[in-house]
């Protein structure tokens, strides 16, 4: 059988696909496998230990189906689990295989991204409490003011398909005043929840027309190419036939209906089971 080394892109959910999509649009050579830990979505409310518990097993899949390099395509994942995974775990399990975050890549730009330097950010309790967004923006950017602020209701409503209902239009609008409540000055919000992208275009029309909503999947993207180009010998590991591979820890054909909302077109999904 053919070698196959593809790149790990993993989320609690449906989410982490916002960020596949501008993988593939910039590095579409690449083969993936996509990693979804739908059945226990949303990390957000878990404890620390839990999130790293999940993540490391979702690590480990993917490390066992040929991946040298994962990519926590998830904010809170990023938040809670990746330092311990880099620092504790990889050094003994696989010295020579890399896992990345989606957090500090986006907190290099935020910075050059506004005018004002009052930025929001939307995230899930757990990212909100970790404090890693306005820790890591303290490095790359210390002048920016950080306004965060915590939208429990998002991810649930969008794993079951209810984030534009009548309800699920509340709960966001709700959200929005009041992170916009908290500095008028602010003119970018930077969605640091990975599912939230798919609510972008209707976020944009309850805020100031010069308020950037911005998503992490093409910052995301750059940066792994960056990364990539940096890292010779990892790069010549990962194999290039342009295959993508799904799998989810829930049905898998409620995520291949989900999954294609997000992607825009079908694809077909394996189930796996962690742990
Ligand atoms: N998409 C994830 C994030 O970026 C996690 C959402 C959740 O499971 O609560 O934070």
Redesign the pocket.
């Known amino acids: 059988m053919q070698r196959k080394n593809p790149i790990g892109v993993f989320?609690?959910?449906y989410?982490?696909l916002t960020v596949l999509a501008e993988i593939i649009k910039k590095l579409p050579q690449y083969d993936y496998i996509y990693l979804g830990d739908n059945a226990r979505?949303?990390?957000?409310?878990r404890s620390f230990d839990v999130v790293y518990e999940f993540t490391l097993e979702a690590v480990k899949e993917l490390f066992s189906r040929g991946c040298e390099l994962v990519v926590l395509?998830?904010?809170?994942?990023?938040?809670k689990a990746l330092r311990t995974i880099q620092q504790k775990d990889l050094p003994q399990l696989a010295p020579h295989k890399r896992v990345l975050g989606?957090i500090r890549p986006s907190t290099e730009i935020i910075g050059q991204l506004s005018q004002t330097n009052h930025v929001g950010i939307l995230?899930?309790e757990?990212?909100v409490k970790s404090l890693s967004f306005p820790l890591e923006l303290a490095k790359f950017s210390p002048e920016t003011i950080v306004h965060q602020h915590a939208c429990p209701m998002w991810?649930p409503l969008i794993e079951n398909g209810r984030h534009l209902s009548e309800g699920g239009k509340f709960f966001i609008q709700e959200d929005i005043q009041k992170i916009m409540a908290k500095d008028s000055t602010i003119d970018v919000i930077i969605l640091?929840?990975?599912?939230f992208p798919i609510l972008k275009d209707y976020i944009q029309t309850l805020v100031p027309k010069n308020v950037k909503i911005v998503a992490q999947g093409a910052i995301i993207a750059e940066k792994l190419e960056d990364y990539l180009v940096r890292h010779q010998e990892l790069d010549k590991k990962c194999t290039k036939n342009g295959e993508v591979q799904f799998l989810t820890t829930e049905n898998s054909e409620d995520f291949d209906k989900n999954a294609s909302k997000f992607l825009g077109y079908a694809i077909k999904s394996e189930h796996v089971k962690l742990g």
């Open positions: 989320d609690s959910g989410g982490g979505a949303p990390y957000g409310p395509a998830c904010n809170t994942a990023s938040a989606v995230a899930t757990g990212t991810v640091a929840c990975t599912h």
